[in-house]
């Protein structure tokens, strides 16, 4: 991993658009790591250690919000930023208010879009440390 480039972590159950995003991620000079299975994300995020978390929604039979809520309720990620991603907005609300999310995006989604949004959330991490 390289030092300075901020490490993100996709959650996603849908290959394609993970290995889409991560190259276009990389190319904006992120360090990303992808994860299909939403199973072990704690232990996904204990190897990788993100500065953030892309999380989809709707993951194969399981719901990301739960996975969400799993994630900030867990000493080892609660204090990750994640930023949750799904085809139906009308989640974002949910997402952030009752499941600890700290933003929202919709899919599709254009890639400069999920950058400043992801410099946005990184930037107010920083301002609370």
């Given at each position: ?20 995003v991560k190259s276009l991620l990389h190319k904006k ?35 990301g919000l739960d996975v969400c809520k799993r994630l ?58």
């Open positions: 991993m390289s030092k300075g480039m901020p490490r993100i972590l996709i959650v996603d159950d849908d290959k394609d658009l993970l290995a889409v000079g992120f360090d990303v790591s992808v994860f299909a299975d939403s199973d072990h994300i704690t232990d996904a995020v204990k190897s990788c250690k993100p500065q953030l978390i892309l999380l989809d929604v709707f993951l194969a039979g399981v719901d900030k309720a867990s000493p080892y990620s609660r204090n990750i930023p994640i930023i949750i991603f799904s085809a139906y907005p009308r989640v974002a609300e949910t997402a952030i208010y009752e499941f600890g999310a700290n933003d929202f995006i919709a899919k599709p989604f254009e890639v400069n879009d999920l950058v400043r949004k992801i410099h946005k959330v990184l930037s107010k991490k920083h301002e609370s440390v």
